[in-house]
């Protein structure tokens, strides 16, 4: 059936949801993949750093890739707040300010509607992490940044392509003139043409889609699709009634998260109050990515596989004061505005350490993304480590695996030592590092860098101070720790926020924390 017909008056049968639920969810993974293959950096092409998701006309999202989950809850605040100065339906905005609903200054993000018939019939969104986007050091991840401007460039929301020109020369100039500009201007342009090419894909699929069978019949889709995981949530929570929770825990540096979260009436009350102000470093969390992190932990709480959607919210009531969980980012002055890097990658993952292991679910995961960044004035290299998951009454942790706010591929050593001046002398599982319990938890990485040049070697992690607990009885995991290794064969203890110039044939040892056991 084609045309503008809708051949369901009201909500579709099961049958019929899930194929455009598969339908979407083939949009944005197709989007994901000419992503990858068209982009020039290790950090996108191989590493696969990036989301793609798929949103209604309201700037609801119903369809996302399983890519990473805490860029995918985080989309719809930047949507939203794009749709507000969008005034062509066939503009692509370009924005990764976090006032705008963007993570961290890396995670560059294009969001552009789906025209159909000169009206707006949703729009797509893809956020990509660009491993050099300006700074205070290479790899755009400065350790002892004190406010945005120097994490790097900035970009407040504009239309990067329009009816009316092509604004890559603007995008490419702000790359070069920023106080801290990008090393990789050129590299960050290849990419960003990669991201209006997945852009330009899923704006063709879902236009065929409403060509195939209407706008009415695709809308009512999205719509129903929301609601029925709503709906799941629903459900899942009734099992919680009146179940209140207190809890509290602490970043490595005392920073605190404290928690009240209350089950009443089939929804979900979360209260942050008493969480500790905005952070004088970088570990102040946008709310776009808290809220991304409430969204997957929703997710978690329920019995059926769901795809990642706003339906996971409906249920769920946020009271989150001003503080390092909820930063403001009014001021025009991107020197006068919190340092945000340490917030999106590892802040996020205590946050849902602490939901996940205050409920139940599971013993404490390696609770850091494990940063690792090194470079000099001619490139930037970024990647994540994985560690070790908690273990729950099922059975034992995973280890060596990226875990809860995080799902990128590792790099593989032939690539990274084509293209950059080091040697991956070693990866191994770092043996012992898990919790012991009747489920033992999973196993944290050990990594070795020989480094061919000089460089600029930037390092930030959690779960180097405070353990990943164990649940029921069992054990905490080892916390994460660097050494490194220099000429003479000195040893020197790095912190897990650090920066450190290395010379040739000096090495980095990082070891990454393991996940608390269960049951004793």
């Known amino acids: 059936m084609s045309g503008e017909t809708s051949f369901w008056k009201k909500r579709l049968k099961p049958d019929q949801l899930e194929l455009f639920n598969c339908r979407f969810s083939s949009v944005v993974e197709e989007m994901g993949e000419i992503l990858r293959k068209t982009a020039l950096s290790v950090n996108i092409k191989?590493?696969?750093?990036?989301?793609?998701a798929l949103f209604?006309?309201?700037?609801?999202?119903?369809?996302?890739?399983?890519h990473i989950p805490v860029h995918l809850g985080a989309l719809t605040p930047c949507v939203k707040a794009l749709q507000k100065l969008i005034d062509n339906?066939?503009?692509?905005?370009?924005?990764?300010?976090?006032?705008?609903?963007?993570?961290?200054?890396?995670?560059?993000?294009?969001?552009?509607?789906?025209?159909w018939k000169s009206k707006v019939a949703g729009y797509l969104a893809v956020r990509a992490h660009h491993a050099e986007i300006g700074g205070i050091t290479p790899g755009s991840m400065p350790t002892n940044a004190s406010n945005l401007e120097e994490e790097g460039v900035v970009i407040t929301p504009f239309p990067l392509i329009s009816e009316k020109r092509n604004n890559l020369e603007k995008f490419y100039t702000l790359l070069t003139s920023h106080r801290f500009p990008s090393r990789k201007p050129e590299e960050n342009l290849a990419d960003i043409q990669a991201q209006i090419a997945a852009?330009?894909?899923?704006?063709?699929?879902?236009r065929e889609l409403i060509g195939k069978f209407g706008i009415r019949s695709v809308s009512q889709a999205q719509e129903d699709i929301i609601t029925t995981t709503a709906e799941a949530v629903e459900k899942s929570l009734e099992k919680w009634n009146k179940t209140e929770i207190k809890t509290v825990d602490y970043m490595d540096d005392g920073t605190k998260i404290k928690i009240r979260m209350l089950f009443k009436n089939s929804t979900l009350y979360i209260d942050f109050s008493g969480t500790s102000r905005v952070h004088k470093g970088n570990l102040n969390t946008p709310f776009a990515v808290t809220r991304s992190v409430i969204a997957y932990f929703v997710r978690l709480l329920i019995d059926k596989k769901i795809v990642l959607n706003d339906g996971l919210l409906r249920k769920v009531k946020l009271a989150i004061p001003e503080c390092f969980l909820n930063p403001s980012f009014k001021s025009d002055s991107p020197s006068s505005l919190p340092a945000v890097f340490g917030g999106n990658v590892e802040t996020s993952q205590r946050l849902i350490d602490l939901l996940v292991y205050s409920t139940g679910i599971s013993a404490e995961s390696q609770g850091t993304m494990n940063n690792v960044v090194f470079g000099n004035q001619s490139f930037g290299y970024y990647e994540t480590l994985g560690g070790g998951s908690g273990a729950t009454s099922l059975g034992k942790g995973t280890s060596a695996i990226h875990v809860h706010m995080t799902n990128t591929a590792?790099?593989?050593?032939?690539?990274v030592e084509h293209y950059y001046p080091v040697i991956i002398e070693k990866i191994a599982i770092r043996k012992g590092s898990g919790g012991k319990g009747k489920f033992q938890g999973g196993e944290g990485i050990i990594k070795i860098y020989k480094f061919k040049e000089k460089v600029t070697i930037s390092i930030l992690g959690?779960?180097?101070?405070?353990?990943?607990?164990?649940?029921?009885?069992?054990?905490?995991?080892?916390?994460?720790?660097e050494t490194l290794v220099r000429v003479d064969g000195s040893i020197v203890k790095l912190e897990g926020r650090c920066t450190i110039d290395v010379s040739p044939g000096e090495k980095l040892i990082v070891e990454t924390p393991g996940g608390g056991g269960y049951g004793n």
Request: hydrophobic share 30%; glycine share 12%; proline share 8%.
């Open 46 to 52: 191989h590493r696969q750093d990036f989301s793609c």
């Open 56 to 66: 209604t006309r309201n700037g609801q999202l119903v369809a996302s890739a399983p």
């Open 89 to 115: 339906p066939n503009d692509i905005w370009v924005t990764n300010h976090p006032r705008w609903g963007g993570s961290h200054l890396p995670d560059i993000t294009l969001v552009a509607p789906i025209e």
């Open 199 to 206: 852009i330009n894909l899923g704006k063709k699929r879902i």
């Open 410 to 415: 590792i790099s593989d050593p032939e690539l």
């Open 462 to 481: 959690e779960r180097r101070k405070v353990a990943a607990k164990g649940l029921e009885g069992g054990g905490k995991g080892k916390v994460g720790q």
